[in-house]
């Protein structure tokens, strides 16, 4: 079965950065489109970002642009969340999702369009 193994999180001062990790198994990882949402206490899961099978194409939340940056390495199976200039408001456990169908043309920002999901790491920023 598809597996998705969060890693990365932490505590980390406001204005620090971060790199989350994502390994995949399970699926051929190169066919489908990846995505990063969070969730806070007492909210509903959202969208952060999300990269289309090839690469691309990628999407972001308005709230994460232009500090947040993901890529993917086919070879490795893996997605990646860089994270700079983080800000209380990051805070929650950031889960990996992969895409429902394969090869996409374009990026999905629903949860719903995404049929697995990890476990999730908790990112904490510190004011």
């Known amino acids: 079965q598809v597996q998705l193994v969060e890693s990365g999180g932490g505590l980390v001062q406001a204005g620090g950065s971060l790199r989350l990790s994502c390994a995949a198994s399970?699926?051929?990882?190169?066919?489908?489109?990846m995505g990063w949402f969070r969730q806070a206490p007492g909210k509903e899961r959202e969208f952060v970002a999300a990269?289309?099978?090839?690469?691309?194409?990628?999407a972001y939340a308005d709230s994460v642009k232009g500090r947040f940056t993901i890529s993917r390495d086919n070879a490795k199976n893996t997605v990646y969340l860089q994270m700079i200039s983080l800000k209380p408001e990051d805070t929650a456990v950031y889960y990996c999702?992969?895409?429902?169908?394969?090869?996409?043309?374009?990026?999905?920002?629903?949860?719903?369009?995404?049929?697995?999901w990890g476990q999730g790491t908790q990112v904490t920023v510190s004011s």
């Open positions: 399970g699926l051929t990882f190169s066919s489908y489109a």
């Open positions: 990269i289309s099978w090839s690469g691309g194409n990628t």
């Open positions: 999702a992969a895409d429902l169908r394969k090869y996409r043309t374009y990026v999905n920002r629903r949860p719903a369009d995404f049929g697995s």
